[in-house]
Each structure stands twice: as structure tokens, then as C-alpha cells.
């Protein structure tokens, strides 16, 4: 399926993307030569970082001089610092990755209007590989329509996710959530660029991805790709408002309903209950129970459907009833759900 005329700014945006990506490309035929500083312990930057990210800004400037900027090297600096329209920029995912040879990183683009990200780029250069997102128009790979992964069940489901690696990082913790999730799992992933795991969630090559200690332009662009392919995005208590909250949790609605009673217990924003009760937040529910769900709090595209997150890995773990009733994560009736769909706000 052919992708429908870009929108003006994502056509800018897909300007930039591949301009940075020609940089990036010329760099990795020696990235021998390529100067590296750090940052912090762990934490890399290169002059193909700084060069990618100047020409972006430069070629969403020049279009739109009037837009404000976000971006990974320079913050605000650039740009307008009232406009409406903020675009969010990493200019190299995946920096470590890049210094090594390992190719796997990229570039991520997205525009945010009064806070909610509208156009979304992320730019493969390594292989070539386009994904773009408009807002009510779908998200699309080259030419390819984007779907998320319909698998139901977590043991059939290859989830991705990125190590702690600052100091500071809580690594225990880590160490914990893995072994939650790699028994209940098919396998787990570490590829290493966060923007690019959003966006293989939203193609179905992965079936979902979480990590904790994320800035905005790790996740904004991946964010709106994953919302435009079905699937659903928050933190790891599945409250939508997760872009500047350092943890982001994306997946398939099936899985990623599966996923949030394991990983709330490990959030920084669930309540002392929320994480004393974790395990027992999936219990079967009749389909036709008031209450607000996960889903319709994550995405107004949630149904019915995608609400439901029954399945044999799940069920074993629910209370004794009735074996033909629906399972659904519920709030706490002392929380009232958000409207609409804030999930890239």
C-alpha cells in the first residue's frame, strides 16, 4: 500500500531526516576517524552528532522560522521560544552503536503543536529505512502501511528494551523486571536506539518495548508511530502522560495490557498500593462493567476489542472465575480516566 501524499512539515521533515542520514552514512565509511566526547560515564557524543543536528535545524528553519526547537545536543537554543510549534530532534540514536561499527542507530524528527506531537520521522540511514507518522493518517514504512503485532500471548511475544547505563541508573531494579519478564517471554532485546525500537514496535517487528530513563526526543517521533499502527503508549502504570516522565512502555494493546500489571510495580509514579497490588491488577471483570480501563486512557482508537487482554499466560494468574470472562486492567475507583488521546502529549 502506497503511502498518501506527506503533510508540507513532514515533507521538511523527511528533508532533514536524510540529510542527516547522508552525514551519518559518509562517517560510518570511517568511523575510525571520528571524534568522540563524553558527555557523562557512558554517555557519547560525536562531531556526526552535532553535524546532523545542525543541518536539521537549519532545514526546518529555513522552511519555518518562526518554529521553536528541541533538540538532544543544543536544547532550546535555536529557534523560536514561544511558537506553538516545537520540533523535538535527536540527531543520532544510538550513538554508542554508531562508535562501535554496529549499525543500529538513527535519526528521530517530530513536531509537536501545543504539546502534542502531529509529524513523527525516524530515519534508518544504515538501511535505508524511512518511517514516517501523520497524525490521523496512519504511520508508514518506505511505502508500507504500519501495523502492530497481533500476537495475544506474552510467551509468544519478543519484547525490546534498553539497559540502565548512566551512574545513578538503578540497576537492581533492572536486573528485577527482567526476571519478571524473560520467563513469561519469548526472548528479550537490546538493540540499543530507543527511537528506532518505537518504531519496529509500530511495524510489528517487535511485539513491545520498555525503558526507564528517556528524554523526549528519544521517544516523541516513536511515540506518534506506534499510536498511528494500533498501538498504545504510556508509562509503566499505563497513564498516558509519559513524554517527559522518563519511562515509556509501547506496545500491541494485547500485550501492552499484559505488560502494565507486571511493570507498574517497578514505576516511579505508582502509589504504594498500585505497587503492593501490581500482581493482582489483572482480574477478570464482566465485558459490560462501568470503570475505565488502560486502554481508553492510552488511545482514543482503544475498542472494545483491544481492551481485552484474556489469554491462557494471563489467566493463570487471575483470581478463580468464571473460565469465559474477559479480563480488563482497571483503575482504582478513586482515579476518573483521561479523555481522548493524550498519549503523545
Known amino acids: 500500500m502506497s503511502s498518501p501524499n506527506l503533510h508540507p512539515m513532514l515533507n521538511v521533515a523527511v528533508k532533514a531526516a536524510r540529510a542527516a542520514g547522508a552525514i551519518i552514512n559518509r562517517a560510518a565509511l570511517d568511523v575510525e576517524a571520528v571524534r568522540v566526547s563524553q558527555k557523562q560515564v557512558n554517555d557519547f557524543v560525536t562531531e556526526v552528532d552535532h553535524a546532523s543536528e545542525k543541518v536539521i535545524i537549519e532545514t526546518l528553519l529555513t522552511a519555518y522560522p518562526g518554529h521553536g526547537i528541541l533538540a538532544e545536543e543544543s536544547g532550546s537554543e535555536h529557534g523560536a521560544k514561544d511558537s506553538e510549534f516545537v520540533w523535538i530532534i535527536d540527531p543520532l540514536d544510538g550513538t554508542t552503536n554508531f562508535i562501535h561499527g554496529f549499525p543500529v542507530y538513527c535519526v528521530s524528527i517530530a513536531l509537536a503543536v501545543r504539546g502534542k506531537v502531529e509529524q513523527a520521522v525516524i530515519y534508518d540511514p544504515s538501511r535505508n529505512d524511512l518511517f514516517t507518522a501523520t497524525k ?11 501495523r502492530v503485532s497481533k500476537r495475544t500471548r506474552l510467551n509468544e511475544c519478543l519484547i525490546s528494551t534498553g539497559f540502565p547505563f548512566r551512574t545513578g541508573d538503578n540497576f537492581k531494579q533492572y536486573l528485577a523486571i527482567m526476571a519478571d519478564l524473560m520467563p513469561r517471554a519469548a526472548g528479550l532485546r537490546r538493540p ?18 520498555f525503558e526507564t530513563g528517556l528524554n523526549s526526543w528519544d521517544i516523541a517521533a516513536g511515540s506518534l508511530l506506534v499510536t498511528e499502527a494500533g498501538g498504545l503508549i504510556g508509562n509503566f502504570t499505563g497513564e498516558p502522560e509519559f513524554l517527559d516522565q522518563r519511562e515509556c512502555l509501547a506496545g500491541a494493546p494485547r500485550i501492552y495490557g499484559q505488560l502494565v500489571p507486571l511493570l507498574a510495580k517497578y ?5 504504594v498500593d498500585d505497587k503492593l497490588r501490581a500482581s493482582d491488577r489483572i482480574r477478570a471483570v464482566d465485558p459490560s462493567s462501568a470503570g475505565a480501563d488502560v486502554y481508553a486512557r492510552s488511545t482514543v482508537e482503544a475498542t472494545s476489542t ?4 484474556a489469554d491462557e499466560g494471563t489467566a493463570a494468574k487471575a483470581p478463580a472465575a468464571a473460565p469465559r470472562k474477559l479480563t480488563r486492567i482497571r483503575r482504582d475507583a478513586s482515579t476518573t480516566p483521561a479523555e481522548g488521546d493524550n498519549s503523545a502529549k
Request: no cysteine; aromatic share 14%.
Open 192 to 209: 540499543g536506539a530507543a527511537a528506532l525500537d518505537l518504531a519496529y514496535v509500530a511495524a510489528g517487528f517487535t511485539d513491545a518495548f
Open 267 to 271: 514505576s516511579k509514579f505508582a502509589g
Open 306 to 309: 483491544d481492551s481485552e487482554v
Open 136 to 146: 490521523g493518517r496512519g504511520a508508514y514504512m518506505n511505502d508500507r502501511r504500519l
